[in-house]
T-cell receptor
Framework: GQQVMQIPQYQHVQEGEDFTTYCNSS?????IQWYKQRPGGHPVFLIQ?????EVKKQKRLTFQFGEAKKNSSLHITATQTTDVGTYFC???????????FGKGTTLSVSS | NAGVTQTPKFRVLKTGQSMTLLCAQD?????MYWYRQDPGMGLRLIHY???????AKGEVPDGYNVSRLKKQNFLLGLESAAPSQTSVYFC???????????????FGQGTRLTVV
């Protein structure tokens, strides 16, 4: 079945450093979504990418969708303590209607 | 506007007991999902539904059953709970035309289940 893999599993940074998490799919994706889960909370949708090579920005967050639509990345510039949490990518699986999540990257930030 | 509501929020079960987790959404979404979250394992899809009266197996369906008798509700049942089912369970819903890729998913607050 379709698999969505994320690396790294954990990342610790000093406040102000940059952070990147990578997502790779075993199959071509029609779209990819990114979510953030704060400690003790539930996942919250951040963005959806649809087009090959698409790049979208949300303030300090930059999202990219690969040309082959099999990989994606989330880059945070100058991390802040409010960025702490687990970031998940997710893509359609199983006939395109399920939503399969990667294992997530947990970000911790020290000030 | 409640969004996605899960009931209960916490539960402790003894091995072999049964229970039903309820998920209700008020956004008229077609798609609904049940996930379990365990440390280091991310969100794993248990079962999902693309419309009223339909269900499908996800990545880890064994030991669980689901029903979607009404569009707004998605029930997850554990017939005979096992310690391996200790987890945090999340329900989510998403809008989409049936058969198309899901749009953004909205999650409930989660149910923390412990099986002893």
């Amino acid at each position: 079945g379709q698999q969505v893999m994320q690396i790294p599993q954990y990342q610790h940074v000093q406040e102000g450093e940059d952070f990147t998490t990578y997502c790779n799919s075993s199959t071509t994706l029609s779209n990819i979504q990114w979510y953030k889960q704060r400690p003790g909370g539930h996942p919250v949708f951040l963005i959806q990418l649809v087009k090959s090579g698409e790049v979208k920005k949300q303030k300090r967050l930059t999202f990219q969708f690969g040309e082959a639509k099999k990989n994606s990345s989330l880059h945070i510039t100058a991390t802040q303590t409010t960025d702490v949490g687990t970031y998940f990518c997710a893509g359609p699986g199983q006939a395109g209607t399920a939503l399969i999540f990667g294992k997530g990257t947990t970000l911790s930030v020290s000030s | 506007n409640a969004g996605v509501t899960q009931t209960p929020k916490f539960r402790v079960l003894k091995t072999g007991q049964s229970m039903t987790l309820l998920c209700a959404q008020d956004m008229n979404h077609e798609y609904m999902y049940w996930y379990r979250q365990d440390p280091g394992m991310g969100l794993r899809l248990i079962h999902y539904s693309v419309g009223e009266g339909t269900t499908a197996k996800g990545e880890v369906p064994d030991g669980y059953n689901v029903s979607r008798l009404k569009k707004q509700n998605f029930l997850l049942g554990l017939e005979s709970a096992a310690p391996s089912q200790t987890s945090v369970y999340f329900c989510a819903s998403s809008s989409a035309r049936t058969g198309w890729a899901p749009r953004e998913a909205f999650f409930g607050q989660g149910t923390r289940l412990t099986v002893v």
